[in-house]
């Protein structure tokens, strides 16, 4: 298995754009997490899903942040509009519920000018 | 919800010594502690885990230590070597829910 996949790894955009950030989970694992990592601020648990229902969607940290997970392969999360302190690596995690264990992607470096 | 503090923020141990990172965590409720080694640039890797039911766990030269009573768990690493230099992170999952709270990370640097 290739791991959890994100894309892309980079995304330089300009304040007021949209963002959309993209993750495949490990094949056959059930709970999907997104973390954004700051020096500020840590690890940070964005949302998480189990078969692909939001589950907890209390670190979203406000209404301009959006996920999707509209089949078990494939989520997003969305910036929109982005700014400049949405500046951060933002990963995606997944795990079977029920072990635990959450394998990590390589993340996406986002730059907000 | 779950609060994970993680001492100390850096350490600094001559190589082929021991190292020692120390978490507490404040919900009891709280059953599954993972351990995270995260190189600069890359993503956080699981290296070692442990959970309510145990007091310990041993993988070669890392292991972990759980003590509920006082909700804190450790991460010891023995024999020291260059490439354990890496930021670790601590983290706890329980409580009914299912993501993980981090502590704020231990820079660990092994000096030649």
């Known amino acids: 298995d290739a791991g959890v996949i994100q894309s892309p790894r980079h995304e330089v955009t300009e304040m007021g754009q949209e963002v959309t950030l993209r993750c495949k989970p490990i094949s056959g694992h059930n709970s999907l997490f997104w973390y954004r990592q700051t020096m500020m601020r840590g690890l940070e648990l964005l949302i998480y899903?189990?078969?692909?229902?939001?589950?907890?969607d209390s670190g979203m940290p406000e209404d301009r942040f959006s996920a999707k997970m509209p089949n078990a392969s494939f989520s997003t999360l969305k910036i929109q509009p982005s700014e400049p302190r949405d500046s951060a690596v933002y990963f995606c995690?997944?795990?079977?519920?029920?072990?635990?264990?959450?394998?990590f992607g390589a993340g996406t470096r986002l730059s907000v000018l | 919800g779950e609060n994970v503090e993680q001492h100390p923020s850096t350490l600094s141990v001559q190589e082929g010594d021991s190292a020692v990172i120390k978490c507490t965590y404040s919900?009891?409720?709280?059953?599954?502690f993972p351990w995270y080694k995260q190189e600069l640039g890359k993503r956080p890797q699981l290296i070692i885990d442990?959970?309510?039911?145990?007091g310990e766990k041993k993988d070669q030269r890392i292991a972990v230590t759980l003590n509920k009573t006082a909700k804190h768990f450790s991460l010891h690493i023995t024999e020291t070597q260059p490439e354990d230099s890496a930021v670790y992170f601590c983290?706890?999952?329980?409580?009914?829910?299912?993501?993980?709270?981090f502590g704020k990370g231990t820079h660990l640097i092994i000096q030649p």
């Open positions: 995690a997944s795990s079977l519920a029920d072990v635990n264990i959450q394998y």
């Open positions: 442990i959970r309510s039911n145990v």
């Open positions: 983290a706890a999952i329980g409580g009914g829910a299912d993501g993980l709270t």
């Open positions: 919900d009891s409720a709280s059953n599954y």
């Open positions: 899903f189990n078969n692909n229902v939001p589950i907890d």
